[in-house]
């Protein structure tokens, strides 16, 4: 058994001065349909809870306001639970959920995890930083949340081999990665992830779903050459190449 695991960030339309990276919206209508065709979802956390893969996997980066509203409807329409990675430097700010928010919906069954204290790259940052980002943000969420955060999403998918000694030092049970691929087995550390963006259709969210998904290898193809990208200019020239042409960060 597998399950694939989708990476939403905001859901829903986006007002103009939204902090959130439009690149990586979805409409609510395409989310619903996508979770009524290959759901009901699971967590990763509910996912190791219950020792069983095979459900889809759908997490949250960033904690925007709309992942609120978002985590009702999955509960209303009894499409499943979901993980949500936050920054608690973020929480209560502008465009984001607050703390009685996110604790409204880990009592409704939802996963509250750590997308490190500030949204900075990981991979920028040295041990030192590293640790202050990952201790600080496990901390607070646990102190404020009441439950142990044990899964980590670096910002931007941006980490290194460091990262993970840290992670693991700290009690960190899994990193949940931007890699495309498919979560095979319970005990692997590095969980891939598929990134969902504006353009992204249901059919083609869908198929990622199924076994050898021709989307799946099109979208590793299309990671290893923007890794290439990210390494050979740096995050700071990448990210303002991808503003250029996109008109946002990721």
């Not at 929480?91 to 984001?96: I, N, S, Y």
């Not at 640790?131 to 910002?155: F, N, R, T």
């Not at 923007?226 to 960060?249: H, P, S, V, W």
Request: glycine share 8%; with cysteine.
């Amino acid at each position: 058994m597998a399950s694939t695991v989708y990476m939403f960030h905001s859901i829903g339309k986006l007002d103009l001065d939204d902090s959130a990276d439009p690149h990586y919206n979805f409409s609510v209508e395409k989310f619903i349909d996508f979770l009524q065709r290959v759901g009901p979802a699971n967590s990763i956390a509910g996912t190791k809870e219950q020792k069983t893969l095979g459900a889809p996997i759908v997490t949250f980066d960033d904690g925007h306001q709309s992942n609120y509203l978002a985590a009702l409807a999955m509960i209303d329409k009894k499409l499943g639970f979901g993980d949500f990675f936050i920054n608690p430097s973020m929480v209560g700010k502008k465009d984001f959920m607050d703390w009685s928010q996110l604790r409204e919906i880990a009592e409704l069954g939802m996963s509250i995890q750590s997308h490190s204290f500030d949204h900075i790259y990981l991979s920028d940052c040295n041990s030192e930083e590293q640790k202050y980002q990952l201790h600080k943000s496990k901390a607070i969420i646990e102190d404020k949340m009441g439950k142990e955060v044990v899964i980590l999403a670096p910002p931007g998918g941006r980490y290194n081999r460091q990262t993970v000694d840290i992670a693991k030092s700290l009690g960190y049970h899994t990193i949940a990665n931007s890699k495309p691929g498919v979560w095979k087995n319970l005990d692997q550390y590095l969980i891939p992830r598929i990134p969902v963006t504006i353009n992204d259709q249901v059919d083609n969210l869908s198929e990622c779903n199924e076994s050898n998904s021709r989307n799946i290898s099109r979208l590793k193809r299309k990671y290893q050459v923007t890794g290439l990208a990210k390494k050979a200019l740096g995050n700071k020239i990448y990210d303002g190449l991808r503003e250029r042409l996109l008109g946002a960060n990721s």
